[in-house]
């Protein structure tokens, strides 16, 4: 019995790691070659998904496969019709009798980008998932930027133990210790440039940005003040940090 | 230097010659105190404190205290009716007769509130409102950080002579329920003015002769000429607690230093005449003081106490 | 020699079945897992967009129940990090705070489960009705119903190892205690002693009706499964050991004798401080029901009782 158990590991794990091959092989073409009106994504974020640290494009290296595929769909969706309201979180209907199958709501999330959106409705479903593979399975090491001591320091009091007397988390208690992230929902923040997160905080203040679970990340950024963005997003651009793709 | 040598031989030397010591005591001139006989005052009348007690009056400061100055613990009456009530209540019992109340961990013949005065809330005389919220601290006799059920039981050790309670003992946790409810307000980790005893200063090396004299004039009244503090006629204990001697705080305690031993004289000695001393009358009686007999320091061996020059000497 | 065979043969039975059980029993959770979500629970599409049957509102979280506003002065706000000393009670404070926020490296020997003290005491024992230490140990020597007698700060950081730690209580002399204890002191620096203070413990909270476990399961997978897990156990790292996200449920979390296994105390952490981030978002009545649902679930027995208490008497924390 325990062989047998053991054989159907083995199968199983040998057919989850060939099936990926194909789609990072397509991912890589896609990254590196662009195709039709898609330019490679390679031109922007970098030789191997570093991301430009001037410009503020994000590194894609390394990240959850599932959270990148989740951000193109969100950079492709179109804008809800005029009225309609995103919910956060999907509603308990159980108590209401039911007219239709499903009058569940969750939001799927908007994230909207002048550059990205039109690009990503370029790419096909196949094609995200691809991409997403494809940069998943990139290895990263981040260089630590340096900063000066004061920034350091507020920027890791706010990251360790945000605000507890205005009941604002600390970065780590979801985004990991250092900044690694954490599974499809929860984005590393070390590693990337400090601009993107500023501008993404910044996004998720004026509303262009909101696609988070449980409109978790809208309720952090709304009581982050300037001076705080700056500080963390420079203490986790200090971490050292080395990633190792799947 | 010189007093230190000085004085540790003269600590060797009561070994040696104690008993000619003592019959030789009332050689020292000096007016003798008797507590029954009334006796016109040598100096000058006066209307308040004394003006020209002071040997030297640069150092003598009384100092006037604001009302508002020192924290006020909370009253008596103000203890809850509660089980955290009770406990506050055992651990006052405790503090103010120790020796009924946990006889079975004293040693000798005194109670807490022997040293800390009108039931550990007098300023300077280390009231309980100022050390309770500085614990846990670091200090320097253990050369460790300790709580203030640990410390606790080093007053158990050293001061009463005893035993310490276990840290979970009904005596240590009524102790510190007293100590945290007398601090009800003070702030946590902040130090307090009054807290411990007065800072001192100390012109020159203090001299045991002069202290005798001093002692005589000052505090055998109370404490007795030999030190021995004096008894209640009809019941046990004692009403003016032994300086030294068997029933007295044996040589690891603070009051063994002479150091701790002036701070607190000077600003609570004699009891209702608290700051008259001058710093330097204060450092010579303690001298005299420590170089008494009385227990050994429970941290050396027998050998180590007979030999080694005590400690608290400077 | 017949009598060995019988035994080696039972033996081998034995272990074959236990063999069989244990491939059942893991066989067997894919369609629990799987039933779970069938029918009367909502289906949740990430990638689907729905209209809200509801009419629009202006702001994102609906039904707000009233979400204090903090100004600031309100709360305590304990020393900073750079502040601790750089001596021996210094020393202390960071050894304190290494144990509280690393408990399970610094005071291993002394937890049971997968737990650390900040799991519970958010943000380093800092967050404002997260039980925060610096309310807890200006109160401390308390009364306590749940030992009928009053304890010091030592004795209560001992019943966290027994119960929410599921662990064994070091010593009240041991260097953890002292350190926690340190810890503590130092977080509550200017507190006037003995008093409560604004952010003490949990929030308060008010029970309309009585709490209903289906609800819970839904209000769970709606706002808690996505850190914590569908089936509760947590989330662990992949490259490190270690929790993420805490298990609420299993063998890795608290027993039977913490007070988080009470439904009161649950709701009232849950809701000032759950879904993280977002505070006071959940009401009154759905942090009940959630923390019925999580009080249902299996987890290590309370060990003020022994085996058969355990099995057969009636459950009263709830």
Redesign the interface.
């Known amino acids: 019995?325990?062989v047998l158990?053991m054989l159907l590991f083995a199968v199983a794990g040998c057919k989850h790691g060939s099936g990926d091959k194909p789609l990072i092989t397509e991912g890589e073409r896609l990254a590196t070659k662009g195709e039709g009106a898609v330019p490679a994504c390679a031109s922007c974020h970098g030789e191997k998904g570093e991301g430009n640290g001037a410009a503020g494009f994000p590194r894609l290296a390394g990240l959850n496969k599932d959270y990148l595929a989740?951000q193109l769909?969100d950079m492709a969706?179109e804008k809800?019709p005029e009225?309609?309201?995103?919910?956060?979180?999907?509603?308990?209907?159980?108590?209401?009798p039911r007219v239709n199958s499903?009058?569940?709501?969750?939001s799927?999330g908007l994230r909207h980008s002048p550059v990205m959106s039109p690009l990503a409705r370029g790419l096909s479903e196949q094609q995200i998932n691809a991409v997403s593979a494809y940069y998943a399975s990139l290895s990263f090491t981040a260089k630590p930027l340096p900063a000066d001591f004061q920034t350091l320091?507020r920027g890791a009091?706010l990251a360790?133990?945000?605000k507890?007397?205005?009941?604002?988390?600390?970065c780590i208690?979801?985004h990991?210790p250092n900044g690694e992230g954490?599974?499809a929902?929860f984005p590393p923040l070390a590693g990337q440039p400090p601009k993107y997160l500023i501008d993404q905080i910044d996004k998720w203040q004026t509303g262009e940005r909101?696609n988070d679970?449980?409109?978790?990340?809208?309720?952090?950024a709304n009581q982050l003040t300037d001076a705080d963005k700056i500080n963390v997003a420079a203490y986790f651009a200090n971490r050292t940090l080395v990633v190792k793709g799947q | 230097m010189r007093a230190r040598i000085l004085m540790t031989a003269a600590v060797l030397l009561q070994f040696l010659v104690a008993p000619a010591f003592a019959a030789n005591k009332d050689v020292v001139d000096g007016p003798l105190l008797d507590g029954g006989v009334v006796r016109p005052a040598e100096h000058q009348a006066r209307a308040s404190v004394p003006a020209t007690f002071s040997h030297d009056k640069a150092i003598r400061q009384i100092p006037q205290i604001n009302p508002g100055e020192y924290f006020i613990p909370p009253q008596i009456q103000d203890i809850p009716t509660s089980k955290y009530g009770q406990m506050v209540e055992q651990g006052r019992r405790i503090f103010t007769d120790t020796q009924r109340y946990a006889g079975r961990y004293v040693g000798n013949g005194l109670n807490c509130s022997s040293c800390h005065l009108q039931e550990g809330r007098k300023a300077y005389a280390s009231p309980m409102w100022a050390a309770y919220p500085m614990y846990p601290q670091f200090r320097n006799k253990t050369r460790s950080v300790m709580t203030f059920e640990e410390r606790l039981q080093d007053c158990f050790k050293y001061s009463m002579n005893g035993i310490a309670p276990t840290l979970d003992s009904p005596e240590i946790k009524a102790l510190s329920a007293y100590a945290h409810w007398l601090s009800k307000g003070a702030p946590i980790n902040q130090e307090l003015p009054g807290r411990g005893f007065a800072r001192l200063s100390k012109p020159r090396d203090p001299n045991s002769i002069n202290g005798e004299k001093l002692y005589r004039e000052n505090c055998a009244i109370c404490h007795g000429v030999d030190g021995q503090g004096q008894k209640f006629a009809k019941r046990a204990g004692y009403m003016f607690p032994p300086l030294w001697g068997r029933n007295s705080f044996n040589r690891a305690a603070g009051m063994s230093t002479i150091k701790d031993c002036a701070q607190f004289t000077k600003a609570n000695m004699p009891l209702g005449k608290g700051w008259t001393l001058t710093d330097m009358d204060a450092w010579d009686i303690c001298t005299y003081i420590w170089i008494q007999d009385r227990p050994s320091d429970p941290r050396f061996g027998w050998l180590m106490n007979a030999i080694m020059p005590p400690v608290g000497g400077n | 020699m017949r009598g060995r065979k019988w035994v080696v043969t039972l033996l081998l039975l034995g272990a074959?079945l236990l063999?069989?059980w244990a491939?059942a029993d893991s066989q067997q959770k894919q369609p629990v897992d799987g039933s779970m979500s069938m029918d009367?629970?909502?289906?949740?599409?990430?990638?689907?967009?729905?209209?809200?049957?509801?009419a629009?509102?202006e702001t994102?979280?609906?039904e707000l129940t009233v979400v204090p506003v903090?100004s600031?002065g309100?709360?305590?706000?304990?020393p900073?990090?750079?502040d601790i000393p750089e001596s021996k009670y210094g020393d202390m404070v960071n050894f304190g705070r290494n144990i509280f926020i690393n408990t399970q490296k610094y005071a291993k020997r002394y937890v049971g489960n997968g737990l650390n003290c900040a799991n519970c005491h958010?943000?380093?024992g800092?967050?404002?009705f997260a039980a925060?230490l610096w309310a807890a140990y200006p109160m401390y020597p308390m009364y306590r119903e749940k030992s009928h007698q009053v304890v010091t700060f030592q004795e209560r950081l001992q019943d966290c190892f027994k119960y929410s730690l599921n662990g064994i209580a070091p010593t009240l002399d041991s260097d953890e205690i002292k350190a926690l204890t340190v810890y503590a002191q130092w977080l509550s620096t200017d507190i006037p002693n003995g008093t409560i203070v604004a952010g003490r413990g949990f929030a308060r909270i008010d029970k309309s009706h009585d709490p209903s476990p289906?609800?819970g399961k839904?209000?769970y997978?709606?706002?808690c499964a996505?850190?914590h897990g569908e089936d509760m156990l947590g989330?662990k790292?992949a490259d490190r050991p270690g929790y993420?996200?805490p298990p609420l449920a299993g063998a890795d979390s608290y027993n039977k004798g913490a007070g988080m296994h009470k439904i009161k105390t649950c709701a009232s952490f849950v809701k000032a401080n759950m879904?993280?981030?977002?505070?006071y978002t959940l009401t009154d009545d759905q942090a009940l029901e959630v923390c019925v649902h999580i009080w249902q679930q299996d987890r290590p027995w309370n060990p003020k009782k022994s085996m058969f208490m355990n099995m057969f008497m009636p459950v009263t924390e709830g």
């Open positions: 019995m325990l158990g989740k769909q969706r809800p009225g309609v309201v995103m919910e956060p979180v999907a509603r308990d209907y159980s108590k209401t499903d009058l569940t709501a969750f799927p320091e009091d360790l133990r945000g507890p007397e205005y009941g604002l988390p600390a208690s979801c990991a954490f599974g929902d909101d679970p449980l409109a978790l990340m809208k309720a952090v | 074959g063999g069989a491939m009367d629970l909502p289906e949740l599409d990430t990638l689907e967009t729905h209209v809200s049957m509801q629009p509102k994102l979280p609906n903090v600031p309100e709360y305590h706000v304990p900073p990090i750079e958010l943000q380093e800092r967050k404002p925060p289906f609800n839904v209000i997978q709606q706002y996505m850190c989330k790292f993420m996200f879904p993280l981030g977002r505070p």
